[in-house]
């Protein structure tokens, strides 16, 4: 697999892994640099713009919920603490639900959009140095 290929599945899986829907972009994360695809740098690039893309999606979603249909626990955390918060909006399940929290609350985007980006890129910087 060449580098733009394996770059380019990699940012389409960590979107959509930071989306409503399923996914597990930290085993394509570790498989294109366990390969050799791509180095640290450009893939820690990509997972982190691709994820911090994705829960920006859910953010949006959020913001177009009517008042009367959210709850829970996440948009409680998200009311307590505000955008930083979102450090934890790599935590599967929860982290959905926070990206739409902090939309349906109208947190600023700019910030939830930082705190999310920040607590991604240290995820999958974890992983890439236990893998690479």
Do not use: H, Q
Not at 51 to 78: I, M, Q
């Amino acid at each position: 697999m060449n580098e733009s290929v394996g770059l380019g599945a990699l940012f389409l899986s960590s979107f959509l892994a930071a989306t409503l829907l399923p996914g597990g972009s930290e085993f394509v994360f570790a498989g294109v640099l366990s390969s050799g695809t791509a180095g640290l740098w450009p893939a820690l690039a990509v997972a982190t713009l691709g994820n911090t893309l994705g829960g920006s999606t859910s953010y949006l979603v959020g913001r177009l919920v009517p008042d009367r249909k959210l709850g829970g626990r996440a948009l409680e955390w998200a009311r307590r603490w505000g955008a930083p918060v979102l450090l934890l909006s790599w935590v599967p399940i929860i982290g959905d639900a926070l990206c739409v929290a902090a939309g349906w609350l109208r947190l600023s985007i700019w910030g939830s959009v930082l705190f999310m980006a920040l607590g991604k890129f240290g995820r999958y910087y974890l992983i890439g140095r236990l893998v690479a």
